[in-house]
């Protein structure tokens, strides 16, 4: 998970324009977002080596790979544009968030505690 969106955000850095033209119209300050989003990418994935803050991180990790759908759905709208990228990779993509939202959930989920049956604590 770490790699996955530590290199997403340090992507954002490095290809700006790239990113900042497939936010959709209907989303002001595209540069701006797509730095803005990046950095949450790699603050996320930080925040992962942090047994405190993991499950935090996991949940805003999960909460922007949600975010970030209507990106990929406007792309898949809009295959001409992204004929480079091809419709089957656009559809992998976006069938992919959902197991990706899974992967994370999985990944950095609070363990469960282990407590034992009231019924061993008494004699």
């Excluded at 959709?24 to 797509?34: D, H, K, L």
């Amino acid at each position: 998970m770490f790699l996955w969106f530590f290199l997403g955000g340090a992507a954002h850095f490095l290809f700006t324009d790239n990113f900042a033209s497939v936010v959709p119209s209907y989303i002001p300050y595209a540069r701006e977002v797509v730095l803005i989003t990046g950095i949450c990418e790699i603050v996320g994935a930080l925040a992962l080596f942090s047994k405190r803050l993991r499950s935090w991180s996991g949940l805003a990790l999960m909460a922007f790979t949600v975010c970030v759908t209507p990106v990929h759905i406007e792309m898949l709208a809009d295959t001409v544009r992204y004929v480079a990228i091809g419709a089957p990779l656009l559809w992998g993509r976006l069938i992919f968030q959902p197991i990706l939202v899974w992967i994370i959930w999985m990944a950095t989920k609070a363990p469960r505690r282990r407590t034992a049956p009231g019924w061993l604590g008494k004699r």
